[in-house]
């Protein structure tokens, strides 16, 4: 299966933010990926290759927009849940706008700081 461009400059810029951004136990990464359909936020501590929590919209009806949102507020639910309050950002190459933009904002506004 061949990959399309829009791919590859995707993985690009995903593996530039990833050079930079790494999680730790004190700050875990908030890490996104988002499919056609779909929605996923994950807290990965690297140095020890863990997640510590995930939250995706699998199971979430509606909007887009309002998916992501929901999937925000999940995640900064069980950050709260395991004492995590400070996290670094992964938009995970995708522009901030959007489905990204709006869980990053539901995420801050459940207690997330980042």
Do not use: C, H, W
């Not at 949102?69 to 901030?96: C, H, P, T, W």
Request: charged share 30%; no cysteine.
């Amino acid at each position: 299966m061949k990959t399309s461009p829009k791919t590859i400059k995707r993985q690009v810029r995903k593996n530039r933010i990833r050079s930079k951004v790494s999680g730790t136990s004190e700050k875990p990464r908030l890490a996104v990926f988002k499919s056609n359909k779909y929605i996923y936020a994950e807290l990965i501590n690297d140095d020890l290759g863990v997640t510590l929590a995930s939250a995706s919209s699998l199971k979430i009806t509606g909007k887009k927009a309002n998916q992501a949102q929901l999937v925000g507020e999940a995640i900064a639910k069980k950050a709260i849940e395991n004492k995590i309050s400070k996290v670094v950002f992964d938009r995970g190459g995708y522009i901030y706008t959007g489905r990204v933009k709006a869980l990053a904002d539901a995420a801050r506004s459940g207690g997330l700081e980042f």
